[in-house]
Every structure is written in C-alpha cells, then in structure tokens.
C-alpha cells in the first residue's frame, strides 16, 4: 500500500495524522455549497414505501448538490446508489451493528438504509434526511480518496483506530450539515425542525451506545453544526483537529 507522508506537518493530536489525501484533500477547496432547492416528499408513520420513495428523491438531489460542488475543482462524481433492507443482517462484508441505521458499502459506490421502527415510527423529523446526508459523505469521501486514505492508514492499536475511524464518521457528519445548510431554505421547514435534529444528534454519542467510533454526542452536534452554518466542506477537516474534538 502506499501512504503518502509529509513529516514536516505537525498537529497537535494524541495520534496526528500525517496523509496529505486526508489532510489538504481538494474537496476542502470547494468553497460554499450553493443553495439548492430539495423538496422532501410524503412521508407518514410506519410506511416503507413512503420512506423509499422520500430516500430516493434526497438521493437524487444529493447526487445532483454535490456534482456541481466538485465540479468546482474539476472532479467528476459517479452517482450514488441506495438500497434498502427490513432488518439488520450483515451488509459489504461487515456485521449490521444495533445502533446503525445505514451503512455505506465502498465497493458498490452506494449506501443500504435500514427501515426498521426505530427509523419509520416518527419520520417527520430531519433525522432520516441526515441519516441520508451522512451515508451519503461516505460517498463524497469515497469519490475524493478520503475512504481509501483512512483505510489505509497504519496505526499503531485499537486506540489510534478508533479515533481515526471517529475523524472519519464526524467528517460524513459534517459533510452531512454541508448539504443540510445548503437545502434547508427549500424544505419550508422551520428553525426549531433544525434544533430538534440537534437534539436527536446529541442524544445519538457514543456514550449511549458504548462505541468508541462515531464520536461524543456533543462533538457529533458541533460538527453537524459546522457544516450546517458554513456550508463549506473545508470547515469539516477533522483530521487536523484536537483529540477532544473527535473524542
């Protein structure tokens, strides 16, 4: 494998990272998403079809979002697939943990959402449309070397695993909020629709659910928050931030 370093970058991290595809990636020189219009479809309580019908159409509009911000530095962007499953099973070679809605499969450039209760019994609020902005990240790290970057990167134990796995899983976060900002205005929605999000997000750390991989549920709100307000990819570079920050 072969892991571009440069030694002369410093950071201060308990594991710094040194890969120039994760730390001065392109995508960071995108600028501000443009505002795009992403009308949410009918979606009622308990309605798998609904639900796929509403994820498919957020797809479209992502797939669309994001190929005029690559655009931006000349980079294509092959569209993402999404499928859907009614219960976990195992996805892309990797066990359907308890507390994962969605997975993204790198090998198929596509994402599988999971339409259990927990997921259909309140669909109203922006969690399904995060959920879907999230995986979707997964993508946009696909697409830019990010994904492989990490994949690649050597570690030293579990520890250092699990907090480059967090950088990676916070960035999908806030690339998620990069989209959300740029679409909100379109949604009719109102602000407290945004706040409520931010609570499900909070409520959603690590500390409830004993991982050590998607990050704090505080530091989960603050980088949604990031790229909801800036809308700018560059603000989600979490690979150059403190240890407390992607704790």
Same mark, same amino acid.
Request: aromatic content about 10%; hydrophobic content about 30%; glycine content about 8%.
């Given at each position: 494998?072969?892991?571009?370093?440069?030694?002369?970058?410093?950071?201060?991290?308990?594991?710094?990272?040194y890969d120039q595809t994760l730390l001065k990636n392109p995508l960071y020189q995108t600028g501000?998403?443009?505002?795009?219009?992403?009308?949410?479809?009918?979606?009622?309580?308990?309605?798998?079809?609904?639900?796929?019908?509403?994820?498919?159409?957020?797809n479209d509009c992502l797939n669309k979002a994001w190929r005029a911000q690559l655009k931006k530095?000349?980079?294509?962007?092959?569209?993402?697939?999404?499928?859907?499953?009614?219960?976990?099973?195992?996805?892309?070679?990797?066990?359907?943990?308890?507390?994962?809605?969605?997975?993204?499969?790198?090998?198929?450039?596509?994402?599988?959402?999971?339409?259990?209760?927990? $997921?259909? &019994?309140?669909?109203? /609020?922006?969690?399904?449309?995060?959920?879907? *902005? =999230?995986?979707? %990240?997964?993508?946009?790290?696909?697409?830019?070397?990010?994904?492989?970057?990490?994949?690649?990167?050597?570690?030293?134990?579990?520890?250092?695993?699990?907090?480059?796995?967090?950088?990676?899983?916070?960035?999908?976060?806030?690339?998620?909020?990069?989209?959300?900002?740029?679409a909100f205005a379109s949604l009719g929605r109102p602000a407290s629709d945004v706040a409520e $999000?931010? &609570?499900?997000?909070? /409520?959603?750390?690590?500390?409830?659910?004993? *991982? =050590?991989?998607? %990050?704090?549920?505080?530091?989960?709100?603050?980088?949604?928050?990031?790229?909801?307000?800036?809308?700018?990819?560059?603000?989600?570079?979490?690979?150059?931030?403190?240890?407390?920050?992607?704790?």
């Open positions: 494998m072969l892991i571009h370093l440069a030694l002369a970058f410093s950071v201060t991290t308990a594991h710094p990272v501000k998403m443009a505002k795009v219009k992403c009308r949410e479809k009918p979606i009622s309580s308990m309605n798998r079809a609904q639900a796929r019908t509403y994820i498919k159409a957020l530095v000349g980079l294509p962007l092959k569209n993402s697939s999404v499928g859907f499953i009614n219960s976990r099973k195992d996805h892309c070679g990797s066990k359907w943990e308890a507390s994962v809605a969605g997975q993204y499969c790198y090998r198929d450039f596509g994402y599988v959402i999971l339409l259990d209760r927990n $997921l259909l &019994e309140y669909p109203h /609020s922006l969690f399904i449309f995060h959920l879907v *902005g =999230h995986e979707y %990240g997964h993508h946009i790290q696909k697409t830019m070397g990010l994904l492989d970057a990490y994949s690649h990167y050597p570690t030293s134990g579990n520890r250092e695993t699990q907090e480059q796995t967090r950088r990676l899983e916070l960035q999908a976060t806030c690339l998620s909020g990069v989209f959300m900002g740029s $999000l931010k &609570e499900i997000i909070r /409520s959603s750390g690590d500390e409830y659910w004993k *991982g =050590h991989d998607h %990050g704090k549920g505080k530091n989960q709100e603050t980088w949604f928050t990031r790229g909801f307000e800036s809308r700018d990819p560059k603000s989600c570079n979490t690979w150059t931030s403190k240890p407390g920050k992607v704790a």
